[in-house]
């Protein structure tokens, strides 16, 4: 298995983990059967841990909506490396399901989402970091925040 540099790109980059929360609900963060792992939908954070709020199209501009998409991305990366001890296991992005909070007649979801896939490209490159994807609106999301993302990606076999 060729080792990735995930976290050293990260490094490189000055992005940082949101400090996590730990939730309320009954669900776990990640999942891996095989050489899938499944990620539960992460809301964007700031670093410090304080939730992004607020509406796309009234209390949030689009550039807003992208780095609160982008920090979505930045937890789920936290949570797989708790769960997997690193990055090393990480072969590639099979999916991502974007949720943007947003107004009835916002229709630039996709625009928004792009903040969080394009942290996985700039970290795993267009081939690995690029998967199938949806973005939606939603009329609320929990607490407000402004968007979630779920993930589904591919491990490299245990060796």
Request: proline residues 2%; contains cysteine.
């Amino acid at each position: 298995m060729e080792k990735n540099n995930i976290q050293e790109k990260l490094d490189q980059m000055g992005l940082k983990f949101p400090a996590m929360h730990h939730s309320k609900g009954i669900y776990k963060k990640c999942l891996t059967m095989d050489n899938i792992l499944f990620v539960s939908g992460h809301v964007s954070m700031h670093t410090d841990g304080t939730f992004i709020k607020g509406k796309i199209g009234r209390s949030l501009s689009e550039e807003e909506g992208k780095d609160a998409a982008r920090q979505c991305a930045l937890a789920i990366l936290s949570s797989i490396n708790e769960h997997l001890g690193g990055f090393d296991r990480l072969k590639r992005v099979v999916k991502i399901l974007g949720m943007v909070n947003c107004t009835d007649d916002y229709e630039k979801q996709a625009l928004i989402v792009n903040g969080c896939s394009q942290v996985f490209v700039d970290l795993m490159g267009e081939e690995n970091g690029i998967g199938v994807r949806s973005a939606v609106g939603m009329g609320s999301l929990p607490g407000n925040v402004a968007v979630e993302v779920e993930a589904l990606f591919e491990l490299h076999p245990l060796q």
